[in-house]
């Protein structure tokens, strides 16, 4: 929302001016001290509109995280539902998305795809009224269902290792909603209006397995209560121009200016309410002009704090990098066996998490080890090194699922190769070293034919490395207790 006029500020039009020629001029800190000196000689009235500058810039990098995830789906949301008829892709609201096939390696809508399931998804609007969703029986099929809230919460997980491979049914309500269910139907209470249903269905990549999950896909099934048990089709989308399709959601949300930015999050916060636990953010977020179920009031601010929180995102942007930066990391790998998929307050950690890539799961139905440097504490590049991974007899990572290593490059996507190979997984025929070992390697070149199958190919530069470890073990060895860690990649010789 743009800035209003100079001239609703009483008395400081001149000083504003002023100020407005500093900020071009001078660097952050010469201008934090012209601050100082203007609001000295500021009047009573625009003093009493005077958060302060530190505390505004505070203020507003807390707020900024607090809402990236909210913001951030949205955007995911608009990306995956602006056609007017499911495609391979996407789907309307309300309407089932069914990848038919792993993500394109072109596919830049969110990052960190994996290559080992289809994805089964969709994008509800339980303000106004609960969905329900039908589970078709899965039989031994390996599936998750997660039910995600506009924060980034999993509130419910339909699966395999929770509810079991038997058909199911459930009502997605929103929040203060309260009525009669038809019988069967099981409730699950969502605490935002917008809902994310991210599922995912095994497959091991073959045409004929492709084949088996899409006659389970095709099952699924998702309509307003209202129109629960009757014949009903779905209206068409609506096709927004606007929308930008192409451009990678990460790099959307970072283009936007803060008062963009602001606007868009008291927008969502009317049909995806803070929680209780939320309050002390609530009532610092008030004193910025960002108040739940209000549009976003800039006036709140001074006009001179509202100049200086324009640097504002470029600043949250790197305390959520840094965050990634300082966590704590075994052998190289940097993973979370508590408070992702349901954060709490930790509003830092929900924030690298959605910057890394939207869509989180529980660590007890799925833990993402990243990788972002080798063994000496260096950058991985393919253009400069190869790297090798070993596990021990018995000990590659210990799912009771699947497990999966996956190459991607510096922005978190697939990385193209002349052999269409974007991880390596427990369904692949690796080649067993004479001792029971098992080695992995990442470089740009084949490592020759005999050891080919075990080669992940990488770009000719900056690349990262995310395994998946689905249903991970709770016993011994298990990474959720630390009785087993993923080791370290080192430098071929």
Excluded at 132 to 157: A, E, H, K, Q, T
Excluded at 378 to 387: I, L
């Amino acid at each position: 929302m743009p800035i209003r006029s100079t001239r609703q500020f009483n008395g400081v039009n001149i000083r504003e001016r002023a100020a407005a020629a500093l900020i071009k001029a001078l660097g952050l800190v010469a201008l934090l001290f012209a601050m100082v000196s203007a609001l000295a000689a500021s009047n009573a009235k625009a003093d009493d509109a005077f958060v302060g500058p530190v505390e505004a810039v505070k203020i507003a990098v807390d707020a900024y995280i607090y809402g990236y995830p909210l913001v951030t789906f949205d955007m995911v949301r608009k990306q995956q539902t602006n056609v007017a008829a499911p495609d391979a892709e996407h789907a309307p609201m309300g309407q089932m998305i069914e990848m038919r096939t792993y993500p394109a390696v072109d596919n830049h809508c969110c990052a960190a795809p994996n290559a080992d399931t289809l994805y089964t998804e969709s994008w509800l609007d339980v303000s106004k009224e609960p969905y329900v969703i039908s589970v078709p029986d899965m039989g031994d099929r390996y599936y998750i269902l997660p039910m995600l809230d506009g924060w980034s919460n999993v509130f419910f997980v339909a699966g395999s290792h929770t509810t079991g491979g038997k058909a199911q049914t459930y009502a997605i309500t929103g929040p203060g909603w309260s009525g009669a269910l038809p019988e069967g139907v099981k409730e699950v209470k969502s605490a935002t209006g917008m809902v994310w249903i991210l599922g995912r269905i095994y497959s091991t990549g073959t045409p004929e397995d492709y084949a088996a999950v899409h006659a389970l896909q095709d099952k699924f099934a998702v309509v307003p209560l209202s129109a629960y048990g009757k014949p009903y089709a779905p209206p068409s989308g609506i096709i927004d121009p606007a929308v930008d399709m192409k451009t990678a959601v990460r790099k959307q949300v970072g283009n936007l200016d803060i008062s963009d930015y602001f606007a868009k999050l008291a927008q969502l916060m009317k049909t995806n309410p803070p929680t209780a636990a939320d309050a002390a953010m609530v009532a610092k977020m008030a004193k910025i002009g960002l108040i739940p179920g209000q549009d976003f009031d800039p006036t709140k601010l001074n006009f001179l704090d509202r100049e200086i929180v324009r640097g504002v995102p470029k600043l949250a942007l790197l305390e959520m990098g840094l965050h990634l930066k300082r966590a704590k990391t075994t052998n190289g790998w940097l993973y979370f066996t508590q408070g992702v998929g349901d954060f709490g307050t930790d509003y830092l950690l929900r924030g690298m998490a959605n910057l890394l890539g939207p869509g989180w799961n529980r660590p007890q139905d799925a833990v993402y080890p990243l990788s972002l440097k080798d063994a000496q504490g260096d950058d991985y590049n393919g253009a400069d090194h190869n790297y090798v991974i070993h596990f021990d007899k018995g000990q590659l990572p210990p799912a009771e699922a699947f497990w999966s290593l996956t190459m991607y490059d510096g922005d978190y996507f697939f990385v193209p190769n002349a052999i269409h190979r974007y991880d390596l997984a427990q369904r692949n025929p690796l080649i067993v070293n004479a001792d029971g070992s098992v080695d992995l390697y990442f470089q740009a070149e084949s490592p020759g034919a005999a050891k080919e199958a075990n080669w992940l190919p990488a770009p000719k530069g900056k690349f990262v490395l995310v395994m998946r470890l689905y249903t991970p073990r709770t016993k011994a060895p298990s990474i959720l207790d630390g009785s087993w860690t993923p080791p370290a990649v080192r430098r071929a010789k």
